[in-house]
């Protein structure tokens, strides 16, 4: 949601914070905006409004809500009287969907290009100006967050119905978009014509310049409706996002009256019409039993009850005292969202400031009964052990793309891509692909293992089993590490191995030590270059590889290694073949220190 | 000749050391080449594909064989390190992820918190409509989810289903502390900055008698564990359907300490999760009385965290990618 500035500052005439400290208000109080930007000399704000607060997809909700938090008065335009003539629409509601509607005609308009006002109004909030008549229906939707729609009678005539469509299979859109229609959608018809759906408008009865008599309409509707059509025919429009979420019928009157205003003073004309007003079902808003006491003790710290009143009475709640203690509240028809004593904590915590609350009370240790499952207690242990051995733990895909076992496999409705549709049956798969990533990287001597979850279904029910999948570059040595871990593979391959840990023997109790070693994304092949080093004398080995482990940067010393000592008896001196992994670097670098940090280099120019 | 002699030949060649198995096999005119340029273009496309594989097969089986042998020469210093033959021992490495959780996990220990895990094939009541998102709630949206069987069985979305399976099974063991990592799914396009499975961690308390400030002080101790004791932390108003009131942790930007940079977004703070005191809907959903019991629940992605302690850009790194670790370090 755009929100211009100078446009709120109509309805908060004494708003005087600056945009950086209203960006952070607006933030703390629950309509997150990262940032707001200069555009055409505007301040422009972009918002982030809950999906509960359709009020706030309208600058009415937000100014509703700045006005409590700064505590200044709310300006709204003045009440256009409006003298309407005897002339009773002939609009007819077949459905139930329909919570409410108001409607009007207006005629001898004179319809043109928005006014520069208007028409930087609509581009700052990315819509397109079509026309004043246009412009003005997305200017008050914007400005109460309730759609609004013009019908050219000239094309629809007067007679609209409001119906489940039934007869229609095919829908063009204002843009020209074609969409095919089925029979459960909320629509907007002339006895011949598909004219509108409930969250766009139809080209059938577009709004042109030659418009001179046009039916406005605003509306809500059962907002699952909307939101099912909205999907099913996957389309998502500024309407359609304000209409499936719950809005306040209520509103309605005074934003008709307010666009009728601004028509009659840009595009003319006279109201041809009296108010169509249906609105079945007007319910009561139900009361909530409150007792400001629960604020603090929800919330930790000391709120006092005159605040906790004061807000809800600012919020445009009514606030009455039962006789014998606590109060009941009936919240505005604006806010659908308040519906429990904890919604009404929330708004009394917002405006007093959640940065007033203590950072520093930490929960105190309790002795519980530990509910750990035992197999996470495994998990833990193996981690740890396997670690021990060498091994280095990766995490795969659990999606795949071959299935093991047809009858068993579990495929995925709606997966990411069309090759990966199916989740693992074994882990071996998906250390298979890791194996071949490693492969494309060269790294030497791979040796790893995965715990993770592998997924069946046998007789309707899905099943996840809880498996170690390993792999060692050294079949000889996984079969070692293996009796070291006490541990029987259920599937050996080649140099894989798979067990499930689900039947195993579990721990009472486990509790690991966190370990800290750094990762490093690999972003280039490891390079190995042998290097042979004649020395006079027999060196201890390690101290050898500490020297020259220390003459190559570490940023691209993978490993190093000696390989081969040979010892020339007739010359009596010692070969050493150092056999050196490099990273982070290409081959041309890679040889060059590799080289010089053993020397070579000048033995080569010799 | 065909494939299956071919095979046979290899197999009797394998008795050899395998430098000389890839030169004869390998080679530019090696047994494998001679045999593919003999084919005419029909016969190469039938047996292309398996002819491919046999390549690999011998790829890999001579890649195996060279390991072995060196390892073979390789001797561990703990073992026989006076020998002719020494590299540093092998280290092994926790991943990333584990070792983030598990710092995590030991501060809620120490708190008296027990470590929890559920399936992560889960049912759209214990993903959604017990963490009070109905159907067609346009909190849904909040959520772009991996079905097994639309609409009843999924992919868990969030850590807070995890909660939603504990709720129910421990709704007669009051109090409970816990804390659970998991791995979850989205139908995300695979990028650079999104994965469709990634990892959140979560922590739950109902008690009686919990507050906010319960909820903020032992959140704030969670980030001062990872960022450091001088992380600023902010608390707003946040929706989550599954709290009430919520709370939305964010740290201040430690790329331009509040200024505004383009890591975030010039706001001088960074979203970290999502918290709130559990909605009484939630807790009665799973036979839990709101009036006599509250409690707490905060999660947070553990993925960009994780990526920022090792440098790593590439969300795709972290699983079945190019994560690797030195060996002797």
């Not at chain 1, 418009?211 to 500024?238: G, H, M």
């Not at chain 2, 198995?21 to 390998?26: E, G, H, M, R, S």
């Not at chain 2, 959780?101 to 809620?108: A, G, I, P, S, Y």
């Not at chain 2, 804390?179 to 990028?191: D, I, W």
């Amino acid at each position: 949601m755009k929100l211009i500035y100078s446009e709120l500052k109509k309805i908060l005439p004494t708003l005087s914070v600056k945009p950086e400290q209203l960006r952070d208000d607006i933030t703390m109080i629950g309509h997150f905006t990262n940032y707001f930007e200069e555009i055409d000399s505007e301040i422009v704000f972009d918002l982030d409004i809950k999906v509960n607060r359709g009020d706030c997809l309208g600058y009415y909700g937000l100014a509703r809500d700045l006005s409590v938090f700064y505590n200044l008065p709310l300006v709204l335009p003045e009440e256009l009287k409006i003298s309407s003539n005897s002339f009773q629409l002939p609009i007819k509601v077949t459905t139930d969907k329909v919570k409410r509607i108001m409607a009007l005609k207006i005629s001898e308009l004179k319809n043109s290009p928005s006014p520069d006002w208007l028409q930087k109004f609509v581009k700052l909030h990315s819509i397109n100006s079509v026309n004043t008549l246009v412009d003005l229906t997305n200017y008050i939707m914007l400005l109460y967050g309730i759609p609004v729609h013009a019908f050219d009678t000239a094309l629809s005539q007067d007679k609209l119905i409001w119906e489940i469509n039934s007869k229609f299979t095919e829908f063009t859109s204002l843009d020209k978009t074609k969409l095919s229609l089925t029979k459960d959608i909320l629509m907007v018809n002339s006895p011949d014509k598909a004219l509108s759906l409930s969250f766009w408008g139809g080209e059938a009865c577009a709004i042109s310049p030659q418009t001179s008599n046009a039916i406005i309409e605003i509306a809500v509707y059962d907002r699952t409706t909307v939101r099912q059509n909205s999907r099913q025919l996957k389309s998502v429009t500024e309407a359609g996002t304000r209409l499936e979420k719950d809005l306040d019928p209520d509103l309605i009157p005074q934003a008709l009256n307010h666009l009728t205003s601004l028509i009659l003073k840009n595009c003319g004309g006279e109201i041809n019409s009296s108010i169509f007003d249906y609105y079945p079902n007007k319910s009561d808003i139900p009361s909530i039993e409150f007792n400001p006491q629960n604020v603090s003790l929800l919330v930790g710290i000391d709120i006092p009850a005159d605040f906790s009143i004061d807000i809800l009475n600012r919020l445009g709640c009514s606030v009455v005292k039962k006789p014998e203690s606590g109060f009941l509240i009936t919240p505005p028809s604006l806010r659908p969202d308040i519906t429990l004593e904890a919604d009404l904590i929330e708004e009394v915590i917002r405006f007093w400031g959640y940065q007033k609350i203590p950072t520093t009370q930490v929960l105190k240790y309790k002795k519980l009964p530990d509910i750990t499952p035992k197999i996470i207690y495994l998990i833990e242990e193996l981690k740890d052990k396997l670690v021990a051995l060498g091994y280095d733990e990766v995490l795969t895909w659990p999606l795949v793309n071959q299935a093991l076992n047809p009858k068993t496999i579990i495929t995925t409705q709606n997966s990411i891509n069309s090759e990966c549709i199916y989740l693992r049956q074994s882990l071996v798969q998906s250390l298979k692909q890791q194996l071949d990533q490693y492969r494309r990287f060269k790294l030497p001597q791979a040796q790893f293992f995965e715990i993770g979850k592998i997924f069946s279904q046998q007789n309707g029910q899905y099943i996840e089993k809880n498996s170690l999948g390993i792999y060692n570059h050294d079949s000889s040595q996984l079969t070692s590490d293996l009796e070291k871990l006490n541990l029987k593979a259920d599937i050996i391959e080649s140099n894989f191995t798979e067990i499930i840990l689900d039947d195993l023997p579990k721990p009472e109790l486990y509790i690991p030590v966190p370990l800290s070693s750094k990762a490093i994304e690999l972003t280039s092949q490891i390079i190995t270059l042998d290097a042979n080093l004649t020395l006079e004398e027999k060196i201890e080995s390690s101290k050898l590889i500490e020297k020259y482990s220390h003459l190559i940067d570490p940023k691209i010393l993978w490993s190093i290694q000696i390989t081969d000592i040979y010892h020339d008896t007739k010359l009596n001196k010692y070969r050493y073949t150092f056999r050196v992994s490099y990273y982070n670097c290409n081959d041309k670098i890679a040889k060059k220190i590799h080289l010089t940090a053993f020397n070579l280099d000048k033995i080569l120019s010799c | 000749m065909d494939l299956n002699t071919l095979k046979t030949q290899f197999e009797q060649d394998k008795q050899n050391h395998p430098e000389k198995i890839q030169l004869d096999w390998l080679g530019r005119n090696g047994k494998l080449n001679t045999f593919f340029s003999n084919l005419n273009i029909e016969d190469k496309k039938i047996l292309g594909q398996k002819f491919n594989q046999f390549k690999i097969e011998i790829e890999n089986y001579i890649d195996l064989q060279l390991s072995k042998i060196l390892d073979n020469a390789i001797k561990h210093p703990t073992k026989k390190f006076s020998q002719n033959i020494i590299s540093l021992p092998k280290v092994g490495h926790l991943h990333p992820i584990t070792q983030t959780e598990r710092q995590l996990n030991e501060v809620f220990r120490k708190l008296g918190f027990s470590i929890y895990s559920s399936p992560e094939i889960v049912t759209d009541e214990f993903n959604f409509t017990r963490l009070n998102v109905p159907q067609n709630h346009p909190a849904r949206d909040m959520q772009d989810t991996i079905y097994i069987k639309e609409p009843e069985y999924l992919l868990r979305t969030q850590t807070s289903t995890i909660e939603s399976y504990l709720l129910q099974a421990e709704s007669k063991n009051l109090p409970i502390r816990t804390a659970f990592p998991g791995s979850v799914y989205r139908n995300e396009k695979v990028n650079r900055s999104n994965h469709f499975v990634f990892h959140q961690y979560q922590a739950v308390v109902v008690d009686k008698g919990i507050t906010m400030k319960d909820l903020i002080g032992t959140m704030d101790l969670m980030f001062k564990t990872l960022y450091g004791s001088k992380v600023v932390v902010r608390y707003r108003c946040k929706y989550y359907p599954e709290v009430e009131p919520g709370v939305g942790p964010d740290m201040q930007c430690f790329s331009c300490h509040g200024r505004g940079c383009p890591l975030c977004k010039y706001a001088g703070w960074i979203e970290m999760g999502g918290s709130g005191m559990i909605h009484p809907k939630v807790l009665e959903a799973a036979g839990i009385d709101p009036k006599i019991w509250t409690g707490f629940a905060f999660g947070m992605g553990l993925d960009r965290w994780t990526m920022a302690q090792n440098d790593i850009k590439d969300i795709r790194t972290l699983r079945g990618g190019n994560l690797a670790y030195k060996p002797n370090l």
